[in-house]
T-cell receptor, first 113, second 113 residues
Framework: GESVGLHLPTLSVQEGDNSIINCAYS??????FIWYKQESGKGPQFIID?????DKRQGQRVTVLLNKTVKHLSLQIAATQPGDSAVYFC????????????FGQGTTLQVKP | DTGVSQDPRHKITKRGQNVTFRCDPI?????LYWYRQTLGQGPEFLTY????????KSRLLSDRFSAERPKGSFSTLEIQRTEQGDSAMYLC???????????FGPGTRLLVL
């Protein structure tokens, strides 16, 4: 069945280092992917998205890479700050015929001062 | 604040009682989504509206659950005869028809005793 997963449940990095959070997806027909950040007790917050016709997209301090050959997505955060500490989810949009996003289980990012 | 809002933010109820949650989407968004999130997991899709039409429902949405969006603006999610297994965070998101990005509200945390 469809699934989106993250490779590591917890990632611990030093403040100022770069962080890389990975995600594997199984539906090769998915056309759109989103990364969300979720802090404790809050709803998911949009970070960055990418369409399946792209392999890289950059935002402010964040970059998303998409490798369709191996169905892999990653989120890179440059110069990680304590405020980046949260749970990060990748989500997959299966097709234009559905409204639902399929989320993975999430990776907890811990930033050490 | 022009983001998605949800009310109440927290609800404690006894098993067997009915509860109703409300979601107000971003004002220009015609699409509205409900998700459920349990501890340590990513959000799971429940249902989706385009304007007032409910276009998609997950198998997770048992007959005890009903969602409405009568005027195509705010939506309500009702759970009848609550069970302890209904305890979760209920998230609402909205998007515009021309963009697939879903923006989430803060959620309603439900605890069924």
């Amino acid at each position: 069945g469809e699934s989106v997963g993250l490779h590591l449940p917890t990632l611990s990095v030093q403040e100022g280092d770069n962080s890389i959070i990975n995600c594997a997806y199984s539906n090769s027909a998915s056309d759109y992917f989103i990364w969300y950040k979720q802090e404790s007790g809050k709803g998911p917050q949009f970070i960055i998205d990418i369409r399946s016709n792209m392999d890289k997209r950059q935002g402010q301090r964040v970059t998303v890479l998409l490798n369709k050959t191996v169905k892999h997505l990653s989120l890179q955060i440059a110069a990680t700050q304590p405020g980046d500490s949260a749970v990060y989810f990748c989500a997959e949009h299966g097709s234009s015929n559905t409204g639902k996003l399929i989320f993975g289980q999430g990776t907890t990012l811990q930033v050490k001062p | 604040d022009t983001g998605v809002s949800q009310d109440p933010r927290h609800k404690i109820t006894k098993r067997g009682q009915n509860v109703t949650f409300r979601c107000d989407p971003i004002s220009e968004h015609n699409r509205l989504y409900w998700y459920r999130q349990t501890l340590g997991q990513g959000p799971e899709f429940l249902t989706y509206f385009q304007n007032e039409a409910q276009l998609e429902k997950s198998r997770l949405l048992s007959d005890r659950f009903s969602a409405e969006r009568p005027k195509g603006s705010f939506s309500t999610l009702e759970i009848q005869r609550t069970e302890q297994g209904d305890s979760a965070m209920y998230l609402c998101a909205s998007s515009s028809q021309n963009q697939e990005t879903q923006y989430f509200g803060p959620g309603t945390r439900l605890l069924v005793l």
